[in-house]
């Protein structure tokens, strides 16, 4: 990549991103072309974003069609679209539900605090968990058990318990008859790719029921698909139901849109005037949204994450690889050595695109169109990579 696109982009842009390393020109499913030509294999897709992967058909029809009738309506007004998705989504949780719209998994978040507040007046406490990641927002910031995001923007907001992953007496412990809510991720996404151990959802299910706390599940980047079921938790622990679940990432295949769904009574707390965001349910992306779902319904691509999911965990055997964790295609490789991030690099230089989400892990998370053969070269290059860089 020529230098000239990173001085440009240190010039216009603030530094919170660093220096990306590729400029990238197009995409087309799961490859993407940078600006000298170079082609590359996706295999994060946007952090787990571009489900149908780049320029599929029918988003590409979707979007094309409905920039032609109307883009923008406000909240003022009801756009068919944004219905269409809030139907949608409320037959896909398969419970008496209402949805919020808006733009992006931080605000679902943001949203689902302020409707367990409305909820929950007299009661302050937040549960959550160490290692959980809910956006970068003042409020999701709060919630976000990764200490050091937090500490630079302290104080945050008050009466938030974090308690660790996994471990039910202490999530049983925290949770009192002033807990308002317990929010967790059913497979800690930005801290490796954690699967919740068997019975713990569970467990703060009933932890929120004997209190009459509410129990939120963010599905930001588990849900649409990416775990192999349209929500990640419904494969981590069947039969557990949250009170609210939010969702963004692969929902708009590409476009930016979040949703923030409230089960049963939770979904009538917020009142008029509660909320509200003003390009939330915008028409184009609800459009992009309710084809990418279409698709990944027509095109059996829940059966497909599972298959290729289970084909890229078993491809990736290496004696410096601990283990492959996750579900659907959404892996973290464990590695034995803190090299993630020179595997990251090793691998870009052979052209393919993983994540290192943290010193000893590789995220995997590439679009579910991804093909056998497809994951066969990129798990052949990380392991390519994972050599060259233990050599």
């Known amino acids: 990549m020529s230098n000239s696109y990173q001085t440009r982009w240190n010039a216009a842009f603030m530094a919170n991103y660093g220096t990306p390393p590729l400029a990238i020109d197009r995409g087309r499913g799961v490859t993407l ?16 974003v571009s489900a149908l992967g780049q320029a599929h058909p029918a988003i590409v029809e979707a979007v094309s069609r409905q920039i032609g009738q109307v883009a923008h309506t406000s909240n003022l007004m009801i756009n068919v679209r944004a219905l269409e998705l809030g139907e949608r989504l409320t037959a896909l949780v398969g419970h008496d539900a209402k949805v919020f719209l808006c733009n992006s998994g931080a605000e679902a978040n943001e949203a689902a605090i302020k409707l367990v507040r409305r ?17 970068r927002t003042t409020g999701a910031l709060s919630i976000t058990g990764q200490p050091a995001k937090r500490a630079p923007f302290a104080p945050l907001l008050p009466d938030v318990t974090f308690v660790p ?14 807990t308002a809510a317990v929010f967790l991720e059913p497979v800690q996404g930005e801290a490796g790719v954690i699967p919740a151990p068997p019975g713990y959802l569970a467990a703060a299910r009933e932890a929120c029921d004997a209190a009459g706390a509410l129990l939120v599940f963010d599905e930001v980047q588990g849900g649409v698909g990416r775990a192999g079921a349209w929500f990640s938790h419904w494969l981590v622990e069947p ?12 929902l708009g295949g590409g476009l930016p849109i979040g949703a923030c769904i409230g089960l049963g009574e939770a979904g009538l707390a917020l009142q008029p005037g509660d909320h509200a965001t003003t390009f939330g349910g915008n028409a184009v992306a609800c459009a992009a949204a309710l084809a990418t779902l279409d698709t990944i319904e027509a095109d059996g691509l829940l059966a497909a994450s599972t298959e290729r999911g289970e084909q890229l965990r078993t491809a990736l055997q290496h004696e410096l690889i601990e283990q492959v964790r996750g579900i659907g295609l959404w892996r973290g490789v464990v590695l034995r050595e803190p090299v993630a991030k020179e595997v990251e690099a090793t691998a870009r230089q052979h052209g393919v695109l993983v994540n290192a989400v943290s010193p000893t892990v590789l995220r995997i998370a590439p679009a579910l169109v991804i093909g056998e053969a497809e994951i066969e070269t ?5 392991l390519k990579a994972l050599a060259e860089v233990t050599t």
């Open 119 to 135: 909820a929950c007046p007299d009661r302050s406490q937040i549960v959550a968990a160490e290692g959980g990641f809910h956006g």
């Open 378 to 382: 990129g798990a052949a290059v990380v």
């Open 33 to 48: 072309w940078d600006t000298d030509g170079t082609e590359y294999l996706d295999l994060y897709a946007g952090i787990a």
């Open 239 to 250: 039969g557990v139901a949250p009170d609210v679940i939010t969702m963004a990432k692969g």
């Open 165 to 178: 992953y996994g471990d039910v007496e202490a999530l049983r412990a925290a949770v009192t008859d002033q």
